[in-house]
């Protein structure tokens, strides 16, 4: 029997059908549409610009601005923290910032998108022919005119004024909490007018803060319920020595190593260009005959854990930093915790004390050190600079100008500013108590 469709049922498989057509031609249309939108429209951007930073030249002072220079093509904005730069049409950019170690440079383009890039920085230290001055004879008229004198006639170029000395006072107005409360401080010179008057003369000046040999911070701590800021014999009691009582603080104990800084980062915030530790080092004699409380590991791993502790907050406050060593340090590091290597990696220069009297018979092969100081100089610095190889810092000698078992004058400096000069450095510090100096044996640059 063949199939009969009712008049109704083919109407509604005819509006079914019609149905389903206008379906297909409507998501056509959308499709088409589609299409044809993201045709014509381009895709985000998500491409960073790029970024290319030269290398940045070497400052002469941590006080001046690191100069940035590259390419951030198709960038719109180089940024170095809040500092920032629109590049040239064809990317070229430079930027000045403060210094910083290292600095991470931002390039950002139109849509947002970024590309970074890290410089590292390098300091490249002028040259200082230098005298030390203690702050009794900066307040001297005579004594300091005469260091003055040295500079107008170009024989120096830079000044090393103490900061803190060996019986442990500071010799300006310090405003160090420690300072202040153990009685340190004895306002002896005006520190900002001694910088400006050195400063006015085109000097560098260097700040020496004796460490931990400080009687005065020492006795301070021992009798003010502190016992472990000092370094004690195995009974307890203070260590004594030929340099007193009570005389050495202890490099282990964090306050003591932060007063130290504190007034090195005050120092190079006042405007010296450098601050050098002396002292930084454990007393001599026996370590069985001594305690540092807190001490892990050895004094020598604290020293160098001290300079590595000191090194940044110095350099952010504007001051290079130093280290005067031993001249035996190079070859007995352990006699009193100086590892000249592991030193140098956290200070832009070691300054050993190569003093000619100071030297045994014999020592680098010298018959007599004392009468031969030419030779003592030149072989002892050699060695330095072998132990500094590599660590970033340099090597500027401190020199005697004072008699010691053999009268001093300016042939015997002189012949030592020679030997100096024939290792290849153009710099060193020069020693006398009394502040005064054999000018003759200082030649004009």
Known sequence: MGLRIQSGDRRRWATIASGAVLAVVIVALVAGFALSRSASEPSADTVPPVLHVAPPDPVRSYRAPIVLRGKAVDAVRVAVGADTVTPAADGSFELSVPWAPAVEVVAVD??????????????????????????????????REAVLDLAREGRIDTVQLDIKDEDGVVGYDSQVPLARESGAVAGIYDAPS??????????????????????????????????????????GQPYSSHYGPIAFTNVAHPEIRRYNIDLAVEAGKLG??????????????????????????TPADAVAGFLAESRYPVHAAGAHLSAA???????????????????????DFVAP???????????????NPNAQPYDIIFRSLRDFQTSTAGTGATVIP??????????????????????TNATGIDSFFLWNAATRYHTNGLPPA
Do not use: C, K
């Not at 001694?194 to 803060?209: K, P, Y």
């Not at 040999?213 to 003010?224: L, Q, S």
């Not at 007995?332 to 956290?346: G, K, L, N, T, V």
């Open 272 to 297: 010296f260009d450098g601050v050098m530790y002396d002292y930084v080092r454990r007393p001599d004699g026996s370590l069985t005959s001594m305690h540092f409380a807190g001490l892990t590991g």
């Open 398 to 419: 401190w020199l005697q100008d004072f008699s010691l078992g053999v009268t001093y004058g300016d042939a015997e400096l002189r012949a030592q500013i020679d030997a």
């Open 110 to 143: 139109a849509a947002g998108n970024q590309s970074s890039a890290v410089a590292v920085t390098g300091v490249t230290l002028p040259r200082m022919r230098a005298v030390h001055v203690t702050a009794h004879a900066w307040s001297h008229e005579g004594l």
């Open 325 to 347: 060593v031993y001249g035996i340090a190079s070859t007995r590091p352990d006699e009193i915790a100086q590892d000249i290597p592991r030193m140098a990696r956290s200070v």
């Open 353 to 367: 004390m190569l003093y000619p009297s100071h030297w045994n018979s014999g020592e680098y092969g010298v018959a």
């Open 194 to 235: 001694a910088l400006r008057q050195l400063h006015e003369l085109g000097l560098q000046v260097v700040g020496r803060i004796v460490a931990f040999r400080d009687p005065t911070v020492a006795a301070w701590a021992w009798h003010n319920g502190r016992p472990d800021w000092v370094v004690q014999n195995p009974s």
